[in-house]
């Protein structure tokens, strides 16, 4: 087990656990208000002040070559759904990593990699769970949290320790290449796999076809017209 460090504000905390002087495998800041939370494709994250959780997590995977990246997305995206179904809350993982309930997101996930040569050397896995907040901003598209699904608050300490456990659980997985069943569960959980549904594709437009996995480096796998390809990041867009 790593240190947690509480902070009450802080800018964001992934910035904060990018200090090696200061965080190492399986460390923890956490912070109570962050005033620049950042999320995925330069986004902001807003979280309200004490009602969520906003924490990173430090791992040094370097035993993971930096092909097998995705592995820490799929261990991540895990640990938080473990730990939702912990408390009777089913959510699905939305590729790359958001984790929804039906169509609305209830975490963000944002992890930075370090690599050292061909390895990776440390992550910074920055977390952002919707606990208590039940009202968002308007900018806030499909939000959701723990408290809206449930209709009951929660404890934010103890989720805390919930999901921290998960997490190492998740890791030890990693350590242990026990890469198949992570690859497993990370399907059984996949938001619209093997589901018809509708896609944005840059230059091609909207596209109707069916998720059907993901590579190793993390592509998504979308079958359309009868055929399969591969997507990464950005290339292509689900239509909520
Ligand atoms: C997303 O856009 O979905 C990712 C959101 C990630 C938010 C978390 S909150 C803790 C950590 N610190 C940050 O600045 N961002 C992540």
Redesign the pocket.
């Given at each position: 087990m790593g240190k947690v460090v509480v902070l009450q504000e802080c800018?964001?905390?992934?910035?904060e656990a990018a200090d090696k002087e200061s965080y190492s495998h399986g460390d923890v800041v956490r912070?109570i208000c962050?005033t620049?939370?950042?999320?995925?494709?330069g986004?902001k994250?807003d979280?309200t002040p004490g009602e969520n959780l906003?924490?990173?997590l430090v791992w040094e995977p370097s035993f993971l070559h930096v092909s097998q990246q995705f592995l820490i997305s799929e261990a991540v995206a895990l640990a938080i759904t473990d730990t939702l179904a912990e408390y009777g809350i089913e959510a699905q993982i939305k590729w790359t990593n958001?984790i929804y309930i039906g169509e609305r997101?209830i975490?963000?996930?944002?992890i930075e990699h370090s690599l050292c040569g061909a390895s990776l050397s440390r992550s910074i896995v920055?977390?952002?769970l919707n606990v208590n907040q039940t009202e968002f901003p308007q900018w806030v598209s499909n939000p959701d949290s723990m408290a809206v699904e449930a209709g009951c608050k929660f404890d934010v300490d103890e989720v805390f320790g919930r999901l921290y456990i998960n997490l190492a659980r998740r890791y030890e997985m990693l350590s242990a290449g026990d890469y198949a069943a992570i690859r497993a569960d990370y399907y059984g959980r996949m938001f619209r796999r093997d589901v018809g549904a509708r896609f944005f594709i840059p230059e091609e437009g909207e596209v109707f076809g069916k998720i059907r996995g993901v590579e190793d480096n993390g592509a998504l796998i979308v079958e359309i017209e009868g055929l399969c390809r591969s997507f990464l990041f950005k290339e292509i867009e689900f239509i909520i």
């Open positions: 800018g964001s905390t992934n910035i912070a962050q620049a939370g950042r999320g995925q494709r986004h994250w979280s906003t924490f990173s958001d997101k975490c963000g996930i944002l920055g977390i952002g």
